[in-house]
């Protein structure tokens, strides 16, 4: 007998390690879904993270793992701090951008080149990013319509850069630029600046609107919601939304990463769901979503999964 088909995912999706930091990307009629992996062992009770690993599915509910794809031991300047990635595809080439500890010095960001979506990834040999400062993490990389690709990062300030169209380098004469972070773009908050932003920004645009999905403190609370603010231009000025995800049955941390794929708009995020789980031990779950007719977003749910997507 014909066994029946799961028709629903269940959160988390990944039960057999923890993940975090979800990065979606779509390539053809596949969603790859690049995480940064909290190590079971923990080194001073903190983030234990030294690789990135590729999933991939077709249908939400199905999922391949494709094991590490890129990973500390791969670059010769870091020496920790495998963090928060983000994938694109550009000229038939994947680019996979992460955050590294620098040996004896502080965060900067790496790029990985592969000619498969699931890798290996190869160390350019530098970073790509990197001010001598702390800030430098969690990059949300974007190409817009006319071919300009965007690199945001930062934490506590919201930065990017016009990525070249090698996408290994930056046009230094515009260099960093810096965000202003203003309560009108980001939202009154308890991060260092004053507005919610606190990290894990990720670039999306839909019917002419930019979005900025980010990871927010309220005023007084040590633990992060996901919140949105949009824009006309991939640049700003930005306008707050509001927010996306409460803190709710989350870990300290969360991190938003949004894609459309066949039809529908998925948001990955994460929890400290699994069994043994908590804020250096998390686990990648999704939920779809949908936009208001104005553009904007009612908060979302965490959730026990989604529809799958089946051919009739
Ligand atoms: O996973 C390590 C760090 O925690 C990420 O870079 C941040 O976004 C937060 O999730």
């Given at each position: 007998m014909e066994q029946e088909k799961?028709?629903?995912s269940k959160n988390p999706i990944i039960?057999?390690?923890?993940t975090a930091d979800p990065a979606p990307m779509v390539d053809g009629d596949t969603l790859y879904l690049y995480t940064t992996h909290d190590e079971d062992e923990?080194?001073?009770n903190f983030y234990t993270m030294y690789d990135w690993h590729c999933f991939s599915t077709k249908d939400m509910v199905n999922w391949t793992h494709h094991g590490k794809v890129f990973s500390l031991d791969d670059i010769s300047w870091a020496d920790d701090r495998a963090w928060a990635p983000q994938a694109i595809k550009r000229n038939g080439k994947y680019y996979l951008y992460c955050p590294v500890h620098k040996i004896n010095d502080g965060m900067a960001i790496a790029v990985g080149v592969s000619d498969s979506p699931t890798g290996p990834f190869k160390d350019i040999g530098h970073p790509l990013v990197d001010e001598g400062d702390w800030n430098d993490i969690d990059p949300t990389v974007f190409i817009d319509d006319d071919g300009q690709a965007y690199l945001y990062f930062g934490n506590p300030e919201l930065r990017y850069v016009l990525l070249n169209e090698d996408m290994?380098?930056?046009?230094?004469?515009?260099g960093v630029v810096k965000i202003p972070m203003t309560p009108e773009s980001f939202g009154k908050g308890g991060h260092?600046?004053?507005t919610t932003y606190t990290e894990g920004p990720w670039l999306y645009k839909r019917n002419g609107i930019y979005y900025m999905f980010y990871a927010a403190f309220r005023p007084n609370m040590r633990q992060?919601?996901?919140a949105y603010s949009t824009s006309k231009s991939p640049t700003g000025p930005w306008v707050y939304?509001?927010?996306?995800?409460?803190e709710k049955g989350g870990t300290f941390t969360n991190h938003p990463g949004v894609v459309d794929f066949k039809g529908h708009t998925f948001l990955f995020y994460h929890t400290g769901e699994l069994p043994g789980g908590g804020p250096f031990h998390r686990s990648v779950c999704v939920a779809e979503f949908k936009f208001n007719e104005d553009g904007s977003i009612d908060p979302v749910e965490?959730?026990?999964g989604v529809d799958g997507i089946f051919d009739e």
């Open positions: 799961k028709k629903r039960t057999s390690m923890y923990l080194k001073n290994i380098s930056y046009n230094k004469e515009v260092r600046t004053g992060e919601h996901l939304g509001g927010i996306l995800m409460d965490k959730c026990d």
